[in-house]
């Protein structure tokens, strides 16, 4: 049996599988964030330990669970966990969200060779700014520094006393030479850090340590646990998909939204905003446009207008309708691919007295849509092609949005028929390969798919034509900010 871990933002999800990968059992436990100011985005790390302790409570009493033999994480990239000489915590994570840190972004992205090293452009939310933010705001946390750990590295680190973390987590820091596979002298030297405060490098699949007698004997579990590396979210996920080869990818209507693409080798492109990083696997690498927020637009409607995002979406179920005259820019928190800018914001045009919930709802969807179909853009601009796309992400349970998604980006979406394929199953899989040592391919395998869904050639040219005029607005926009 093995077990995997999903550090989310909102919530620790935590996915039990059989030795050949079918899941079992899961458990859940929820934590929020805090946003002390516009454009902060913090959490307290204790909040994992005790969700963690709560999923496995949770799991204890399902069959097969005591035989657990393996355990990886899976966090959400990016966020600064700082800690001192005695591993204590010095201040609440900093998380991938946070935009506090613009101005020290740009400059690190400013300075010779970081592109080119980290292949990346330096994205406020990634770490490195963090951290320079960090010592010119907080200088007597920063001087206390010893550790940055990742969120799954703060994990790895309560389960198995090490500090290290995976090499796809590491590459969206700004610290890592991410073709290299290594922490880079440079790069830390330009963020002014130290090798010895970064934690050791090893590959996801790789078994990293044992699982701490004290957490074995309290969760009810055999000694020598095996833990390995993990992943950061979206490389997980990849695995959880069986997304390895060129050509094979995925769009993921989450929090944030996603389109990821596997590569056949290391190709920045950074002017795209398009994020390089290192898969979970050796001598792999994928790419992936991301945007900020995602079904977390649907939240924020469903928050002021008192109605649950099923509520708002139940009216659109007899097929796609044409576009709406209202209009949505999705960038509640800035935005990341392709406009790098922490300062556009979302919003709502073409509002008339006649305008109503399902008008905005309608709007929401599809301005995400059009946000995704911005990824898209970029990754192809890289060389990365996505013949085979899956949909998965908790917005992926929408029928209507799924239809529109394939209609604005004029890309089949193939909807995996049951199972579990997110970051929680990606990293069960790779604890299990830190185990059994089996061959990747037998094991990272794509799902059984139960739809192909296909752009509705009737609405096509249509939303073609609001994308456009979506990008104008945003063009404008951009302007302005």
Not at 28 to 54: F, K, M, N, R, T
Not at 115 to 121: D, K, P, Q, V
Not at 170 to 194: I, Q, Y
Not at 280 to 309: E, F, H, K
């Amino acid at each position: 049996m093995y077990l995997g871990i999903d550090l989310g933002t909102s919530g620790l999800r935590a996915l039990l599988t059989s030795p050949v990968g079918a899941p079992v059992a899961v458990a859940e436990a929820q934590y929020s964030a805090q946003h002390p100011h516009p454009g902060w985005s913090e959490q307290d790390p204790a909040d994992w330990i005790v969700a963690l302790d709560q999923a496995m409570a949770q799991l204890r009493d399902s069959p097969g669970f005591a035989d657990i033999r393996g355990i990886a994480v899976a966090g959400h990239m990016h966020g600064a966990v700082l800690l001192d000489a005695a591993d204590q915590v010095l201040r609440p994570c900093i998380l991938w969200n946070d935009t506090r840190s613009a101005s020290e972004a740009a400059e690190l992205d400013a300075m010779p060779a970081v592109r080119e090293l980290s292949g990346n452009i330096v994205f406020p939310g990634f770490t490195a700014p963090k951290l320079r933010w960090v010592q010119r705001h907080e200088p007597k946390i920063f001087d206390q520094v010893a550790k940055v750990l990742l969120p799954a590295g703060f994990l790895n680190l309560h389960l198995t006393g090490r500090h290290v973390a995976d090499l796809s987590d590491s590459a969206g820091t700004s610290w890592l030479d991410v073709g290299a596979r290594a922490w880079s002298d440079r790069l830390l030297e330009a963020g002014h850090m130290r090798r010895d405060q970064m934690p050791d490098l090893a590959e996801g699949r790789e078994a990293v340590g044992t699982l701490r007698p004290d957490l074995a004997q309290r969760w009810g579990l055999q000694p020598q646990v095996v833990v390995a590396a993990g992943a950061g979210d979206n490389a997980a996920a990849a695995c959880g998909t069986g997304v390895m080869a060129p050509g094979q990818g995925f769009v993921s209507l989450g929090t944030s939204g996603v389109v990821l693409a596997a590569r056949d080798g290391f190709h920045p492109d950074p002017e795209t905003a398009v994020h390089t990083f290192c898969h979970a696997l050796p001598q792999r690498w994928y790419q992936m446009g991301v945007m900020l927020s995602a079904t977390d637009c649907m939240n924020w409607l469903s928050r002021i207008s008192g109605q649950s995002p099923a509520a708002m979406t139940a009216p659109f179920s007899d097929g796609l309708r044409p576009p709406s005259e209202v209009r949505f820019l999705p960038y509640l928190s800035g935005e990341r691919t392709p406009h790098n800018s922490a300062q556009l914001r979302g919003g709502f045009s073409g509002l008339a007295t006649a305008s109503d919930l399902q008008d905005l709802t309608a709007a929401v969807m599809t301005g995400v849509s059009f946000g995704l179909r911005d990824c898209l853009q970029a990754l192809r601009a890289t060389g990365a092609t996505i013949d085979h796309c899956l949909a998965i992400g908790g917005g992926s349970a929408s029928p209507y949005w799924v239809q529109l998604l394939a209609t604005v980006l004029n890309q089949p979406l193939q909807l995996p028929l049951h199972g579990e394929f997110g970051a929680a199953a990606g990293a069960a899989r790779l604890a299990r390969l830190a185990h059994t040592g089996e061959p990747v391919d037998a094991v990272l395998t794509g799902p059984e798919i139960g739809q192909t869904v296909l752009p509705d050639p009737a609405q096509v040219a249509a939303y073609e034509n609001a994308y456009q005029q979506f990008r104008a607005q945003v063009a404008a926009e951009l302007q302005q900010s």
